[in-house]
């Protein structure tokens, strides 16, 4: 792709980044296939390679509207077209690049504002959980875009003592909406990696991993939070005190291992965050190699067929397609395949409430085919997957770390 960029784009670093990334683009429009926004509304303008012609154009000098701002909101930054493009084209980077550049050029409606502001400071607060117990009394009176985000209350159920005697230890993420809204998928993990001989902690003075800031317009608190984190999670791991930080929320996983690529122009943190990327792992990661292990102990009591949906940001920001399904076969469980996996569910953080239609569409179509396998479970790694598919549908949705944990339960009355 040819470009000629305005004076101020060609001496800025994030205009000459997205000058070498659009220069990769060959406009063969294979990203139009597997982009899900494309395949809801069919407009080139919501497909990856309008929303690269976008861009290009701001930074050669053309002003932005609000409908080129509309355009980037509805990108649901799932990289499925990162996985499809042959020329490798970094979309996610570009696309952020260019988020940042219209925040700054494009003032958003007042009521766009109070929201997407609303939606960051609430669930990053300390108080999100009263507020969640609140929602969960007055439920039947909330809007239904509201409503459909509440689930119902997992305990925690009770934790095991004295995991710190394991010679194994890892860092578990805490600060984020997940020990609120489903306390139960870190109890899990945390049962089922001392049933492996591998003990859990929190390091003090971590908080939420960014992903919530960065994606709603507040990309400097999101880099303080991910210095914050670097800060309380690294010495942990360079003093050999843990092997690695866990991740059971997919998106998580996702920003922390990205930690490097958004530090890398901080004196002070671009080294620490590279090294700090090397330590991050999927708990099917950790999990995977100890299946003969486990396996025993939850054979009798996993469901009959189980699909799994594999988060956007586990196959196609991370890399990780098939791990977690070798995994869970390894384990014992009967896998029931369907159609079109590698679509986005349409949950993506927050985008379920800021494109309820789009994400609504999106969600009613990936439960369609995954209905067609006739499933007894859906299990994914994800806490908005998982969230914004139970609200479509009767079928259980939950971690597998979950469904796992009760396995090893059951096992142990049985």
């Known amino acids: 792709m040819q470009t000629n960029l305005a004076p101020w784009a060609r001496e800025s670093r994030e205009g000459q980044e997205a000058d070498a990334i659009l220069r990769r683009c060959v406009h063969c429009g294979f990203c139009l296939a597997t982009c899900p926004t494309y395949q809801v509304l069919g407009d080139e303008r919501d497909s ?16 932005p509207t609000q409908a080129t701002q509309l355009h980037l909101d509805r990108c649901l930054t799932c990289r499925n077209c990162e996985t499809t493009c042959p020329s490798g084209v970094q ?37 999100f959980g009263s507020a969640l117990r ?21 305990p925690a159920g009770a934790l095991p003592s004295g995991t710190e005697r394991h010679a194994r230890q890892v860092l578990l993420l ?14 899990a993990t945390i049962r089922v990696l001392d049933a492996l001989g591998i003990g859990t902690r929190f390091a003090a003075g971590a908080t939420c991993c960014g992903a919530i800031n960065f994606h709603l317009d507040a990309q400097e608190e999101a880099l303080a939070q991910m210095r914050a984190n670097i800060d309380a999670w690294l010495p942990l791991l360079e003093n050999g005190e843990v092997e690695a930080i866990v991740m059971n929320a997919s998106g998580c996983g996702a920003m922390v ?50 699909a799994f949906h594999p988060p956007c940001t586990l196959q196609h920001w991370q890399g990780l397609r098939g791990v977690s399904e070798r995994m ?43 209905g067609a396998a006739q499933p007894d479970c859906i299990v994914s790694s994800n806490i908005g997957c998982i969230g914004h598919l139970q609200g479509g549908t009767q079928t259980p949705v939950r971690h597998w770390v979950e469904v796992v944990d009760d396995a090893i339960q059951a096992g142990k009355h049985s």
């Open 48 to 63: 990856p390679r309008g929303r690269i012609y976008l861009i290009k154009q701001v930074l050669e000098g053309q002003q």
């Open 91 to 127: 979309y996610g980077d570009l696309v952020d690049i260019g988020r940042g550049l219209l925040e700054k050029q494009v003032r958003r409606p007042l009521k766009q504002r109070f929201v997407r502001g609303l939606l960051r400071r609430a669930l990053i607060s300390p108080l």
């Open 134 to 154: 609140m929602g969960r009394m007055v439920r039947p009176l909330l809007p239904a875009v509201l409503r459909g985000k509440i689930p119902d209350a997992r």
């Open 174 to 187: 805490a600060g984020c909406v997940q020990p609120a809204m489903m306390p139960s998928i870190d109890a």
């Open 257 to 306: 291992r990205e930690y490097a690529h958004h530090l890398r122009a901080d004196a002070e943190y671009a080294d620490k965050a590279a090294r700090l990327v090397g330590y991050v792992k999927d708990v099917a990661e950790l999990v995977s190699p100890l299946a003969a292990q486990l396996r025993p102990l939850i054979e009798a009591g996993l469901p009959e067929k189980t």
């Open 328 to 370: 869970l076969a390894d384990l014992g469980f009967r896998l029931a395949p369907f159609t079109e996996s590698h679509l986005c569910c349409g949950s993506a953080g927050t985008y379920s409430v800021l494109q309820p239609e789009i994400s609504r569409n999106l969600r009613d179509r990936k439960l369609g085919n995954i």
